[in-house]
């Protein structure tokens, strides 16, 4: 154990927490801590700290906390184990053969483990297979047909599945693959007649689909044939959920975060080309709505995001959705559009990459601006009334757009194209914003009220101060183990104090990051975490230590006192007058003592 131990403390000095976070969320220096929106849950206003002394991260809206293994732990939905293994990959440690020893095995896991396992060697395969003359030919052939480069093949490690029944199933049983277990992924499949397996994907390019890590989680076939479907897709397992996934995502981090700024297809064949086009910051929602994981992931890393999905109804339609979940975070979201009936794909093939950064992506409008040319298409400008329905149209978007500046801007527009005094829009807009808000109200009035945040009484404010102390001197832990000891009211308060004791009676130093990962309790570790982060002067005030001594002792024997006089009024009621003459006199004695504590005070 005391390997696995080192081992670990090895990983955590080996990595700076900013750069791991920052690679998940968009972090900005402030102070000597970086600040961001909260991965944890949904947010306009960053509540979310990360600290590079501490190496610890914590969130004052949601409670959320930790250090690097457990914000992968919660990030990845990763055990302990792979949380320690994808970090020491990342630093380049090696593990050990004691730290599998240690780690208690995981039935699910295990099994997890080996699925990665069987999809890493067919994304090899399938890709051997592409790239290899006897094998790949009708592949090649049809990729460079369509203009795909062998860079991007490498890049998104494209593959190819021969017209074969047993390919892949041979080489799964042959390196032990448990093909149950392929099954479950939609790799293969049970014929009726026989109960033997056969490779489902047959003829067909291969696109790898990599989760957030760049490890592959399933698979999609284009068709090179005449089969049904064109594109077939791994199901949704245990290792793939489809609306957590973002294809390309790990490629285009980095240009992400570089310009904060995130374009977003349907497609991974569009993804593909619009990296060919030099539009490195793309990923794709897979073809399906956006979902909330998708959208946090995106505005987590990017203050614009620009939409670029077909321009069809249903594509039109599925922009609006999009747009308004990533609008929640307060993020300038723009609309690039392409010819009705052409996706990112086909432009690209057609009037080449230059045209698609300079002519689509580059001339993406405002989501405002969007909306009204839609809105326009449905109404004939020409007709009174339909000029009519048209600017209420656009008055009832601009009810829900927070910015004064562009609501001010889109107004200015809408009087000079059709000849009516500013004014008027505004008193107009004024009345509807007005009507939006009772109906709000009244929605909200119906709702269950939710208890705003609790001010913490001053003995809990003092008991938390203390803790914080503690945690960064060992003389101040030992002061208060000397004169409170296991006396805090707050049960986790009380806990933490235990802990303290002893880890400093072990030998080890004050450093808030070892400390947190000693303690298993994710609760406790919330607590280490707000704890640490809690603003506070570097010089300790001997004084400030002996008053949130004193504050804590006079609360623990108040509440003391009150316990006693509750027993007493007990055994005086059941005619125990010895008992309750015995709790009087404790009572007494007690009472003493805090009046002790408040003339100090005094």
Known sequence: MQLQEHVIEKIRKSLDIVDVIGSYV???KQGTNYTGLCPFHSERTPSFSVSPDKQLYHCFGCGAGGN???????????SFSEAAQSLADRANIDLGPSFAK????????????????????LTKFYHYLLTTAKYGSPGIKYLKERGFTSEMIERFRIGYAVE?????TKLLQKRGIRLELMEHVGLIKKRGFDNKYFDRFRNRIIFPIFNMRGKTVAFGGRTLGEDKPKYLNSPESDVFHKGNILYGYHLARQEIRKNSLAVLLEGYVDVVRAHQAGVTCSVASMGTSLTEAQAAALTRMADTIIICYDSDTAGIEASFRAAEMLQKNGKVIKIATMPEGMDPDDYIRKFGGDRFKSDVIGASQTLMTFKMNYLRRKRNLSDEGDRLLYIEDVLRELTAQHRAVERDHYLRLLSEEFSISLDSLKKQ????SVMVQRREKKIAHTAPLVRSNRIPPAYEMAERRLLARMMRSREISDQVQDTIGGSFTNDIHQALAAYLYAYYAQGNPPDEGLFLQKLEDPALQRKVTELSLMPMSDQVD???????????IRHSKSSLVADKEEQRKKAEQSGNYELAARLLSEMISVKKKLGHYQAEDD
């Open 429 to 432: 807009l004024h009345q509807m």
């Open 26 to 28: 968009q972090l900005k």
């Open 542 to 552: 001997e004084r400030e230590i002996e008053d949130c001594i004193r504050q804590v």
């Open 68 to 78: 690097l293994f457990t914000f992968i732990m919660e990030i990845e939905g990763m």
């Open 102 to 121: 240690n780690d208690r095995p995981n039935p699910n896991d295990q099994k997890k483990k080996q699925i990665t396992e069987g999809l890493e060697l």
């Open 164 to 168: 074969s029944w047993d390919a892949v």
